[in-house]
């Protein structure tokens, strides 16, 4: 039987409880320039510059602040990826280092699933301008499912997951940059489930602890099961441990909710997880019992000095937050999809929340500080 723990005693725990800071928004990507812009994705540089990369037909775009996320550029093309994978989070992803920015999305020439390879761009000028794309996965179209995940390393390297078909079965696969994302040579199977594949259209996700260690999660199927699991890695990706389940229930399901959830690793590199199981999201500690947060989905977190912000969608599709020591979410948005959260690398400086605007004649993509 599932243990359900109230989050706001699970909260008080382990630290004290503070109310949750007003939080102003901000119009970060305009319906007027860009009325098909999609799935947003940001990274935070150590320099506490933020960089946010959307979709929009079959280009990507990024834009960039460079003042704590007051005001953002013109967004400029990264690049184009034939046929792009874009929607139920597929799309581009970014990660941010001292010295580059990389971007990867999943296209081709035909696309929908026939020629589809993973491609990065990269920048050593601020995303100013764009070399590249490089195929990140060796063999050709094995990422046609078009879902991945980017991060960046305390080291400065980059390691990119997705969920690969190579062998007709959706296996888990990463590959790291070392120099920027310029090459990408050190392609591993991270996971291949007993059963054939892991859950087919969820993403899997990727983070880093201060230390250096890497975190990778993905939904699994398991004897009719579509549970989240973690695998972990001290040697930047070359080996990893057991897969391990995350929470006590299970989820019972014939088929794929497209919901993979996020985590992040606090400044003792502890790593928080969020999921959806059903219609309920959950906070998870691994090795620990799920806490519920109420019903939603679309789960993603990000690390800062105090602690792992919490994103998610809600009721009725308002975009909600959790910060580090609050006790109740807030509301970022009343009506919002595809919300992200990222911080820099170590949890030091700004936190950045972005999402696609869902009312009619509103701005398309929308962003809020949540730290600095």
Same mark, same amino acid.
């Given at each position: 039987m599932? #243990? #359900?723990?109230?989050?706001?005693?699970?909260?008080?725990?382990?630290?004290p409880i503070r109310p949750a800071p007003a939080v102003d928004t901000v119009a970060v990507v305009g319906k007027a320039a860009f009325p098909k812009a999609r799935q947003p994705q940001v990274a935070v540089d150590p320099a506490g510059r933020i960089y946010l990369v959307f979709g929009s037909g079959n280009s990507v775009y990024c834009t960039t602040s460079n003042d704590q996320g007051a005001s953002f550029s013109e967004p400029s093309k990264v690049g184009d990826a034939g046929v792009l994978a874009l929607g139920m989070r597929r799309g581009p992803r970014v990660a941010a280092s001292e010295k580059a920015i990389v971007v990867t999305a999943v296209g081709g020439t035909l696309g929908h699933g026939k020629d589809v390879n993973l491609l990065a761009w990269r920048s050593e000028d601020r995303g100013r301008t764009w070399l590249g794309p490089v195929q990140i996965n060796t063999v050709a179209s094995s990422a046609r499912e078009g879902l991945h995940h980017l991060a960046a390393a305390p080291d400065g390297s980059f390691y990119c997951v997705w969920l690969d078909l190579r062998e007709k079965k959706t296996q888990v696969y990463g590959n790291r940059s070392t120099d920027g994302g310029r090459t990408w040579g050190d392609e591993r199977l991270i996971y291949r489930s007993p059963d054939g594949?892991?859950?087919?259209?969820?993403?899997?996700?990727?983070?880093?602890g201060p230390d250096g260690v890497l975190h990778v999660m993905w939904r699994n199927s398991l004897s009719g099961d579509r549970d989240m699991y973690l695998s972990n890695s001290k040697d930047n990706g070359r080996t990893f441990d057991a897969a391990a389940k995350l929470g006590d229930g299970t989820w019972p399901l014939d088929a794929c909710p497209m919901d993979g959830g996020g985590l992040a690793c606090d400044a003792a590199g502890r790593v928080t997880t969020i999921w959806r199981r059903d219609r309920e999201i959950f906070r998870c500690v691994p090795g620990r019992p799920e806490v519920s947060l109420g019903e939603g989905g679309q789960g993603w977190a990000a690390a800062e000095r105090e602690g792992i912000y919490l994103i998610w969608t809600g009721r009725r599709g308002s975009v909600m937050v959790l910060p580090p020591n609050v006790s109740e979410p807030t509301q970022l948005d009343a009506v919002g999809t595809n919300p992200v959260v990222a911080g820099a690398v170590g949890g030091k400086g700004i936190v950045f929340a972005a999402w696609e605007q869902s009312e009619a004649g509103a701005d398309r993509i929308r962003g809020a500080v949540l730290s600095r």
């Open positions: 599932c #243990r #359900r723990v109230f989050i706001m005693a699970a909260i008080a725990l382990v630290s594949s892991v859950c087919q259209c969820c993403q899997p996700q990727v983070a880093f």
